[in-house]
């Protein structure tokens, strides 16, 4: 799943960067492909395993390979069909996958801003394309915009997700509130909760795939 979701957004990019002269699901499959020679390097086949019963690692490669390559050709068709266009950086480069590194109050945040796009009436957006299951909180909209706008002055103050599943986006959301001053409370609260070795246990949908659901007391 994670392969499946790194190659759709690397693939993503190659077919934009290009001038959208390629094929999508060509790129989403080679992609794919390469990324996994290169974990296989890591850990072998033998040793991996997939969440669900019945599900074989072969069978489950095979199956995320075909539906990857689906959703590629789908989120470009939308894309194609639509009005936005992708937003130009400062120094000419599509805001797409974007690195950053940004201090908020006491804590300094990295990441990559998957894209950003303006809309017809002139409006910057941010999106992060979501291959997995669906998020609950613009908490990461919120971060993304707030690291452009301080790095880049841009002026970004809405945000969506796009969902690869199903081939729908979020209503735009106000990150206006995502200021300084509440993400540095956040980051805070995650940093003493790390320093005291905190977890409080969040039962929910995203249970299913939580790496240290094994060791959560809800669970043992």
């Known amino acids: 799943a994670a392969i499946a979701g790194s190659a759709f957004h690397e693939a993503y990019r190659t077919w934009e960067t290009s001038g959208r002269l390629l094929r999508p699901s060509a790129l989403f499959v080679n992609t794919y492909n390469r990324l996994l020679e290169e974990e296989k390097a890591v850990t072998p086949l033998c040793d991996w395993k997939v969440w669900g019963r019945g599900t074989k690692v072969i069978e489950d490669i095979d199956k995320r390979r075909e539906s990857g390559a689906k959703q590629l050709d789908v989120y470009a068709n939308r894309c194609r069909s639509g009005t936005s266009t992708i937003l130009r950086l400062p120094n000419g480069e599509l805001a797409l996958e974007v690195p950053f590194e940004v201090e908020i109050g006491g ?114």
Not at 129 to 156: C, M, P, W
Request: overall charge negative; proline content about 4%; charged content about 20%.
């Open 107 to 220: 804590t300094v945040v990295r990441g990559a801003v998957d894209k950003v796009y303006v809309t017809q009436e002139g409006t910057n957006v941010v999106r992060d394309l979501k291959t997995g299951v669906r998020e609950h909180s613009a908490f990461q909209l919120g971060v993304y915009s707030f690291a452009l706008n301080s790095l880049y002055d841009l002026k970004i103050w809405w945000g969506d997700y796009y969902y690869a599943k199903d081939d729908t986006v979020t209503p735009p959301t106000d990150l206006s509130n995502f200021d300084e001053q509440y993400l540095d409370t956040q980051f805070r609260a995650i940093d003493a909760a790390v320093a005291a070795n905190t977890f409080v246990a969040q039962p929910g949908p995203d249970c299913f795939n939580c790496s240290v659901k094994p060791f959560c007391r809800e669970f043992s």
